[in-house]
Structures are given as structure tokens and as C-alpha cells.
């Protein structure tokens, strides 16, 4: 053995050198390097050029404090709302045909469904959808709609829910479809799936207040108006999933039939649509939360539905009635996220897969035959239902009303419990607000409206050229002033100053309680399935509680903000410290590295970059909710957004509109910028040198 | 290829000198499941198998010396990443006695632990196990920060180790932009530059190459050979097992089944899953000399070449080991005294070129032997005693694996 040893005493660092390992780690690199590669060399030939630029914009912006020190210059103001308003109203008063027979179709085709519905004796409705979830999904969720059917008999909001349901039907039912062409369109080629995405980040990045604005002036208030609006607002994230599914179908099963010698057609259907399966379902998911999210929202241009009760509790501040909807509300997001998520399909799938005959007649027969299973016993309980509600035609034949007549109120409970809240809790909550208003909103307000719009303006391009490239970033600048021109640079800024403070807020609460579920598993169990419903819920909701705490104003505003964007903050610190490979941090362990340092060195320095991503999203988030909170009196650019759709002002709104999307999508790009930044100088040397 | 002088004096003097550590292992368990106390009591009352749990290790007990290495060689699955755990307590083990150094490790207060695993010991893992944000320099430097020693001394050892494991120019690069090959080096050098007494090897080379995997074995074998800290090596492949190991265990569904010397597990492996692995094994690099070594009639140089003959013969022989007075002994072959002149009457006339072989030498270089000098070579012990004679035969014999059952 020892002679075996001595024969080989070499180092070899030239041979490592060669290592075809390399090339593995080339195809490692994330996409977004990758994609980042051949820009690099462009800036490195034209440094100076970029180095120039950044001169020029500051020299710039220097000489645009000089000229306007303060407030944006009305030279640069161009009246876009007004253009497009007359443009706008030429065109619907010219060509009513474009959009009546839609307005009329959606709407009749929601009263058909609702009449339909409201056909059947509600206990029969509500024992089929309940035995239908016992069977399919399990007796879990079963039970949860079973909790759901009393809240609503109890609360009085049958008929709400009922609505519900139907618009559902209608907007769902339509997005899907025009969600599933839409992305068989971008899935054709490259060229189409270049425009069907500038077009998807467009519709979703605009803010979903700002939709109400034309549609209410095209279709009046109304049931139609709420529909269009739901199903441009659902569209998208379906869209997007069946074009990526479709397209990352793998090569080889596309080759290998094709090799076969199967039609266009065929392809799609046989191999292509079934491999994108699971993606389309999650997307279909998604479509239904997202309309049931427009669907409550748009309450407010008159929708029917549980949104209803809600909006008009909120608007009188009857915040228990506002309360007694939100909650069947949410019962009802919760059950339908649950029914239409793809994992437990499959798990039905699997239990019953072998034995389960194909088409209609053999499957009767079997059903027919013993062994009687749940089955049966659920057909033969929904029967047993459907005789009695039948034969006992006394109260409970309709039972929309619950037995005793006058529906439960939370209304009392909900005033004293307010009440109580601002006398025990009054100077606490006092403080909160006070402290939020002066040394937060005030103070950041001041600063912002301090700093003079050109070097806003200028800082945008400049940290954009820097980050994302030369083109990007002057576009940046250019997304920056346009805010200014359209005349919203003050909301703006009200609006940043809401969104920074909750954000700030966000990272003190958010990044402490995701340490803690990364940490303790027991805190884990807990905070999760708070945070699956937290996001499961319309946006729109969390103002109720933000509004029973902190009342109506700019720090309630706050506080829903804060409530909306915290969940991405605390589930990606999670997963980003949880997720962190498992060998280093047993390195640290065996180097006898205690369990913080091992938080500090190790889990948090490796997961930075998805934590960013959290920060990201909690960032989108939030800007969505400070236009939804200006309901609850938030300044800024959602203030606007919903004077123009009380008032039917379509110039405000679709400028409000517009400044609101500029805002986000220029953030969003300067955010990620900055991380992939951080992220890639912690790879690489190639920064530094 | 070329030796650099210069980095072979480096590496001697940055290499561990603590001795290594002694290790005793016994009855020790790892049951997973909901109730692994439980489980364990009907494991050890002698059930196969008990709902809902499973065990990882199954009473396995095995001492390692000071200095040696010792290689743990299983399929996935085995048992064997788990066990090496258990050693360390990166995986609390559910029963059983760990001692190393005299340390009952299963009892030891957290921060003995923690002592324990900043001195005394380190580990390598299979796909390396770096910290993407830190440079080549400052991973190497990280067990010797978390033990506090102060920046510039680690600086300057994590510096001598890079040198020593060869990823001089490297030390600002972040892991990232190494190879494969490279990457495993770092991780050995930030293994070795706390001068550990136990160094724990997880499959270290099964994300490489083949020809890298070599270079790094070759290295790792040069390392252990210099610092004298005892290593646990997990591989899956038996090649790499008997190359670098002292001794090798061989575990299977969380049982050790054979522990022995590499020679002991290809020659005589105690069951069929062994012997399954054995018959794969490159005999010619495992068998020693004296194994194979057959004893052979010896004769004083002045035995006549006739007498000797017969009796060759008579024994069915086809060698014998002529002893003459003024310089070593060689062998004589039934050929030579049949076609040798017949005027040489003595054994001692004949004379020839025989080679001798000591009694560890592997089969590999034995042959070499054979082929160069044509004739049959001698063994001897270190002692210089004469142990026997390795022929063609005995070479092809100790090549041809045995059919299995046998």
C-alpha cells in the first residue's frame, strides 16, 4: 500500500485548469446573466459613451433646478387626459355597435345563469355543491363549505352569495377562454410571443382602479362594465401560464412525434396541451383568484355579488357589515383557491386511477354495482336533501332566511368592539398613528417634495444606465418625467411617501418574523396557513381591519399597505434561509459555527437574492394597495384614480392611471436592477475588476 | 506533471502535525420515524421492520486507529452519508457510543461540541459545500474565523493551504468561477487548515470527473500521508475504496457487513453482496505478494542440477530456490536444469538474474517483474527472510476471480 502512495506525488493545477466540469457551470448560470452577457461587452466598448451620458443628464438636471427649482414646470405639462377624453367619447358616440352588443350579451348571459341558480330551493344548491366538494376535493374543504352555507343563511347574504357565483361563472368561464387563445397565440413563435407579452405586462402592471374608468364610460354602471373589467383583470397570469407551458414543452416528446408524422393539430392536442397541463391549471388558478378579486372591487361601478355589502359598508363605515361580508368572502376565495388547486387533483387522481372504466355507460354501471363506496353515500344524502326540501315546504323550503327571521348583525358587536379598542387601546393606537404621521408620512413627505423633480428625474436614468444599460435607463428618466408631464407629480410623491413608509414598516416586521419561521418550525405551522389566507384574500379586505384600528385616514392607509405587502416579505425570507444548500451551512456546523452565526454568515448572506425578490414583490404590492386605500383616505394618485371613477372624469382618471403605471413599472425596473447588481457582485469578480 | 520543488517544501510544513484521532463505535443506531425510541426497543428485540419508521444505521459498532483511513463503502441509500453524521452529531444518532479521543461524543455539552469541531475536526462533502459569496481565500479562512483566530494569521494560514493543495492565483475568485476539480480543492484545503485530528471525507470525488476524481485521490492520499490526522472516507465505488483506504467497511441497509483490508474484502468477502462487488475489483492493484507466494524446495549452490531435478519431479514442482553462498538466492525452473549444458553438473553454474519482491508488494509490480526478468520472483519479508516464490501461475491464479459459491 505504502509503496502504491509513494508513486504519486504530483499536484495538478494546470489539469484542473481544462476541467470539462466548466462548461456544466456555464449552463448553470441563470438565465437572466445569460441574457445579460453580450450587454456587458457592449458597455465595456462604450464606457466612455455611457460615462458621457451620465454627465450630460446631470449637467441637465442641474440647469433644471436652476430654471424651476420648485415644483414641476407647467412647460413641460401636456393636457394627455383631455385629448383623450374627446378622442375617446368621438369614438364610442360614433360606433356604439363596437360595444353594446358585448355589454348586452355579458349581462344577459349572467342573468340567465343567475335565474338558473336561483331555480333551484337553495338547500338543494348548497347540499350538491357540498357533497360535490366532499367527493372531489375532500371532506375538509367539504366542511369549510358547509361553514360557508351558515355563515351566509345566517348573515342574510344568500342571495349576495348566489350572485357571486354566477358572475363568477360568466367572467371566469370567458377569461379562461380567452386566456387559453391568447396563449396559444404567444406560443406560436418568438415574434408573437414578443407582443402578446409586452401586452400582458401592460394590462397588469396598469392599476386595476384605473380599469374602472373607461369601461364605466363605455358601459355605463352595471353588472356588464364589472364583467369586462373582471375578465381583462383575470386574463393575464392564465395567459402567461399556457404560453410558457406550452412552450417549455420538451423538444424531444415534440421531435419524437412529430417524427411520427402527426398533424399540426394533433400535436397541439395529443402531446402539446396534455404535457402543458399542470402549468395551465395553475393558471387557472390564479385567473380564479384574480376575478374574485376585480369581482369585489367592482362593486364599486355596481357589480352584484358579496362585493356588494362590503363596498356599501365601507362607504357608509358601517364597518360591521363590512365585516360580515368580508367574511363569507373569504371563505369563499379560500374554498375556491382550495378546489381548483392542482395537488389535491391529483391525489383523487391517484386513489381512483387504475379501476376507473372509460366513458359514460361503463362508468354508470359501475357506479351501479357493488361495492356501494362515499359515493353513493353522498348521492344517496344529497337525494335525501333534495325529498326533503321538497315535502317540508314550511321555512325551511327557502332558506335564505335563517329560522328565526331576522338575519344575525354584526354591526352592534363590531361598534362596540371599535369602541373598545379606541378606549383600552386609545393612546397606544394614539401614538402609533402620531409617531407613523410625524416622524414617518410628514417627514419622508417633506423630503420628497424638497428634492427638486429634475434630480429625481436624472438619478432614475442614471442608476438605470448604470444597472440595466444605456437604453433602459434614459427610457427610465424619460417613464420618471412622463409622471411629471402628465401632471401627477405631487400625488406621485404622496403616493411614494405611503408606499416607502409601509415598505419600511414591512422589512421591520416582515424580515424579523421570516428569520423566525425559517428558524422554529412550531412558528412555521402557525404563521402559514395565516399567510396562505392573507393572500389568498381580495386586497380590497384588508382595509377593514386597518380601517377598525387606525380609522379612516392616511396612517389606516398605511396599515393596509403595510397588511397587503407583508406576506411576500415574510414567505420569501422563509424559503430564501430555509432553501440555502444544505452541505455549507453543515460545513459551518463541523467548522463549530454557532447557530447565529450560521443565520448571519451563512443562511441570510446566501439567500440576499431571494429575499430581494420578496422585497420586490411586497414593493409591487404595495403600490397596488395605496391606490386601493385611498377609499379609506389616502392622498396621492388613488385619490384621483377614485374621484375619476365616482365622477366618470375619464381625462383624470386615465392620467392618474398612467402616472400610477409608470410609477410601478420604474420602480420595479430600478429595483431589480439594484439586485441583480448586488446578487452578481457577489458571484463575481468581474464587477470589482 | 512536474514536481514544483518549491510547493512540496510549503506543504510539508503547513501540513497537520496533531496525530490523528482514535475512534470506537458501538451499537449505534439511527432510527427515523415519529416515535424512534419506540421503534428502537422492537428494532433491537429483533423485528425487521416497524410502521411508519426506518432505520438509517443498524447497530453498527467499529473501531478506526490513529492515523488510518478508513472507508465506509455502500450503494445509496446504505446508511453510510447518515453514519458519518452520527460520528459528529450532525445528525443526533438515536442510540449507541460514540468515543473519539476518549470522548463520549453522544454526552458532550454543546459547546465542547463546539470546541471539539472548531480543533478537532473537519469534513468535505460531495458537492463541496462552498459559500458562494465568499472568496476562494475567505472559505478556506472560515473554520479558523468561526474559532476566532485573528484576521491576518488566518489570512496567512488559509493562504498556505491554498498554496498547498495547489489553487495558487485563485484565492480571490469566488467558487463560482472555479471547475469542479478546483472547487473540491478548496473544500479539502478549508477541511485541512484546522490541522484537524479527524478528517470525515462524504463522498468526496463523485461529482467529478474520472480523470480529476484521480488526480484529487492521488492528492488526498499525498495529504493524509504527510499530516497524520485519521480519516473516515464514504465512497459508493469500490475502485476508489481500495485505492485509498487502510481499511474498508462495506454497509448495506444500514449494517456493516464486512470490515477488513482491501486484500481481505476481494479475496475472501464473507457473503454474496460482497462477493458481488469483489469480482468487479482490479484484483492485480489489491493482491499483495505474500499472499500468493508458494513455499519451493530449496538446495545449496553445490546440489547437482540432476539431483534436484528428480526431485522436482517427484514433487510435481516446477520451481526450486538455489541458495548460493557468495550472493543472493535466485530461482531455478525445471526448463533451465533440462536444457541447461550438461558439463554444469551444480546448481550453483546455472546462475541467473532472479528478482525479489518484498512481501506487501501489490500484484501490479510483481508482474512488472515477472516481464522483465522472465522468471519466477522471490518474496521476502522486511526481515530479508525468504517467504517463497511467485511464478506465472501463481500470478494467473490470483488473477482468475473464483466463480461465486465457491
Redesign the interface.
Known sequence: MSELRSSSQTITPTTTGGDPTGSMLRTERSKAERERSPEKSRTRRTRLNSNALIIVISLAAIAAVLWEPQGFPSALRFTFGEAFESGFTNITDSSPWLYEPLAGFLEGLFRVLLDFLNSFSPAVLAAGVVFALAYYRGVKLAGLAVILVAWVVLSGLWEYTVETIAFMLVAGGAAFILGIVVGLIGSIGPKTNAVVRIALDAMQAFPAFAYLVPVVVLFGLGNAAALVVTVIWALPPLARMVSVGLRNVSPDTVESAVSLGVSRRRLLFDVKLPMAAPSISAGTNQLIMYSISMATMAAMIGAAGLGAPIWSGLSRLALGDALQGGIALVLFAVILDRATSRSRGRKWERAHGDDVPRGIWPKLAQFARPPFGRAHAYLALFLLVVIASQTIRSSWQYFPDPPWGAPLSLREPVEAGVIWITTEWGPFLDGVSTGIQLYGLNFLGDIYSGIPWALVVATAAVIGILTLGKLQGLLLGLGVLLIGSLGMWGPAVETMAVVTVALGLVILVGFPLGVLMALNDRAAAVLRPILDVMQTLPIYLLIIPAVMLLGVGEVGAVLATFIAAIPPMIRFTNTALREVDGEAIEAAQISGATSGQILRQIRVPMGLPTIVVGLNQALLLALAMAVVSAMIGAPGLGADILTAVNRALLGLGIEAGLAMFLLAVTLDRLFSGCAQVVASAQHSTTNNQ | ?T??PA??VV?ETALPTGGGSSIHVNDLWKVYGPHPRRALAEYRGGSDTVPEHMTAVRGVSFDVNPGETFVVMGLSGSGKSTLI?CL?R?IEPTAGHVDIDGNDVLTLSNARL??????D???V?????????R?VLQNVA??LE??GVAQREREERAQQMVET????GTE???P??L????RQ?V?LA?ALV?NPRLL?LDEPFSA??P??RT?LQ??L??LA?VGSQTSIFITHDLTEAL?VG?RIAIMRDGVLVQVGT?EEIVLRPTDDYVRRFAVEAPRA?VVRAETIARSAPEFSADTSASAVLTQLVQSGQGVAIARPDTRAPYTVTAQDLLTADPSERELGDIGADTATV?A???LT?VMKKLIETGRPAIVTSPAGECLGVIDDAATVRALSVPASGE
Open positions: 506533471m514536481n514544483n510547493t512540496q506543504a453524521r459528529t450532525l463546539a470546541d471539539q469541531r472548531r480543533n475536526w473537519a469534513m462533502f460531495q458537492h463541496f459545500g462552498l459559500l458562494p459569496h472568496r472560515y473554520g468561526v474559532s493543495v495547489g489553487l495558487s480571490n475568485k469566488y463560482n468561477e471547475s469542479g476539480g478546483m480543492r473544500g478549508r484546522q470525515l467529478l470527473d480523470l480529476i488526480d492521488d492528492e492520499m499525498r500521508r485505492k487502510d482491501p492493484k518484498d506487501d508488494a501489490l509490480d
